[in-house]
């Protein structure tokens, strides 16, 4: 390491201010100042990196990202060579370093006993300089090999996949249904976590290396799947985990009860000069919103830039300690209390809280939400304690209970492919499903998981895919359909 005392000099750990709460929730700008604050400070935090001799944030990444090489190199401010080798585990670092969870962060050497590296800080502030240089540009493959392959879904999964198989030479063609490409990063994340500039920048990338974009194509509907496979060589399926998970309780068929995506879907679009007619809006109304994740967090500050009289967070659980526990011991990744950018704006959150009923008024709409304190049973099972019941005031309930699996009705009608019990598309050691020549990555066949699971496993099936179409493949594979998250 260029500083080996680095960690010894600079015990705290520093990252650049949000911008006011006050401000940004008058707007749908990154909540977060990155580049234009962060660069005072951010070679002491990059030297903090320890030369540990075993860098478990390798690990702890599902990519593999070279951590301590480019802390190094921006500790020297050589940024071409910092941006290099974090291209090389990682297509989309200006995704990941701002909306993933940072596993690695959770299994650094130095967080045993002082505050991990600003590793995800770093990794966004590289990516962020890099674009601002001049230092990413379009790796146009040298040969083509006259192969073609179709992914289908357009989010990180499906672009990582593409973008790897087009440097290898390959004609691609990306399929997704929605207007945009993108898919999750799109019209899933709002722009106060991910603004869309990131995205479209990227694409004129890939675009310029040669990947083709086909938005408003829904395949089994535009075209069918079974078209689809005679036309291509081979395909990749990247439709992602989009069934949420239900809640059926009475008076679920109420006005003003939604699914998360019904509400962000069309928020995002609006931010993005797109109204849609009739969407649910937060403005003016009480707003609850069940389940305490990522989805949830992200329903309170587009409730709150809406204009929403009130927000409260309800978690059937307990509270997460604020540090990691015995039972969760470092390099694992622990689950512990965390306060989003939109936990700073306002809301509530409430735990150890079940929803028992949807309260309706005399004109079909929502009113009320019925909760009940949870109690654990023996067997661990989570249910409602009797005699707890209390009602919330609510205009909007947005229910944020995670994904299930894939939508695979049509998939399976017109192919006939084979799933798990879990619902999810079956595939091998080689993320093959058990249709020939086509192929599973992300969400869709591991089910909901982290964005930079996704792009690991986007890049390893196009690696797969490469040697089903070539005999053999030097492009990386950093994980297998069945690896799984060190977690405690």
């Known amino acids: 390491m260029a500083d080996p005392r680095g960690f010894l000099k600079v015990r705290e750990r520093e990252l650049p201010p949000n911008r006011p709460v006050e401000v940004r929730l008058r707007d749908w700008k990154d909540t977060h100042a990155h580049r ?162 990131h995205i479209d920048r990227r694409l004129e990338q890939m675009e310029a290396e040669g990947t083709r974009f086909r938005p408003g194509v829904a395949i089994g509907r535009d075209i069918t799947w079974d078209a689809l496979r005679r036309r291509f060589d081979a395909v990749v399926l990247a439709t992602g985990a989009t069934v949420p998970r239900e809640l059926a309780m009475p008076g679920r068929d109420l006005g003003g009860v939604h699914f998360a995506m019904d509400f962000l879907t069309p928020a995002n679009k609006a931010a993005a000069g797109n109204p849609v007619d009739g969407a649910p809006s937060a403005a003016g109304k009480h707003v609850v919103i069940i389940g305490g994740g990522d989805t949830g967090s992200d329903c309170l500050g587009t409730s709150l830039r809406q204009g929403a009289a009130s927000v409260t967070t309800l978690a059937i659980g307990k509270k997460p300690p604020l540090e990691r526990s015995a039972s969760q011991p470092w390099p694992t990744d622990p689950i512990v209390f965390e306060v989003s950018t939109s936990h700073e704006e306002g809301g509530e959150r409430s735990y150890l809280a079940s929803t028992v009923e949807f309260v309706g008024g005399e004109d079909g709409n929502v009113r009320a939400l019925k909760v009940a304190e949870t109690e654990y049973l023996p067997d661990g099972r989570r249910v409602p304690k009797e005699g707890t019941e209390r009602e919330i005031p609510a205009d909007l309930v947005l229910i944020a209970m995670g994904f299930t699996g894939p939508e695979t009705d049509e998939l399976v009608a017109q192919t006939g492919a084979e799933l798990t019990t879990r619902g999810l598309v079956r595939r091998g050691d080689d993320y093959a499903t058990s249709l020939p020549g086509v192929y599973a990555t992300g969400d869709a066949g591991r089910g909901q998981s982290l964005i930079v699971w996704a792009i690991a496993e986007g890049r390893a099936t196009a690696a797969a895919v490469d040697a089903y179409l070539q005999g053999s493949s030097e492009l990386p594979a950093p994980v297998g359909p069945r690896t799984v998250a060190l977690r405690g």
Not at 56 to 81: K, S, T
Request: include cysteine; proline fraction near 7%; hydrophobic fraction near 40%.
């Open 36 to 197: 234009e604050e962060g660069q005072p400070f951010l070679k002491e935090q990059a030297g903090r990196c320890m030369d540990c001799g075993i860098p478990f944030c390798h690990q702890g990444c599902p990519l593999g990202n070279l951590i301590p090489e480019w802390n190094d190199l921006v500790w020297r401010d050589q940024w071409a060579d910092a941006i290099e080798r974090l291209h090389a585990t990682n297509n989309f670092p200006e995704f990941t370093g701002r909306v993933c969870p940072a596993p690695c962060e959770t299994s650094c050497v130095l967080g045993i006993n002082q505050p991990a590296v600003t590793i995800k800080n770093v990794e966004v502030s590289i990516i962020d300089e890099a674009f601002e240089r001049g230092l990413v540009t379009p790796q146009v493959p040298q040969r083509l090999t006259g192969s073609t392959v179709a992914v289908v879904g357009s989010g990180p999964a499906g672009l990582a996949a593409a973008q790897q198989l087009t440097r290898a030479g390959h004609t691609v063609v990306v399929y997704e249904r929605d207007d945009a490409i993108g898919g999750l990063l799109r019209y899933g994340i709002p722009d106060f976590k991910l603004e869309k500039l």
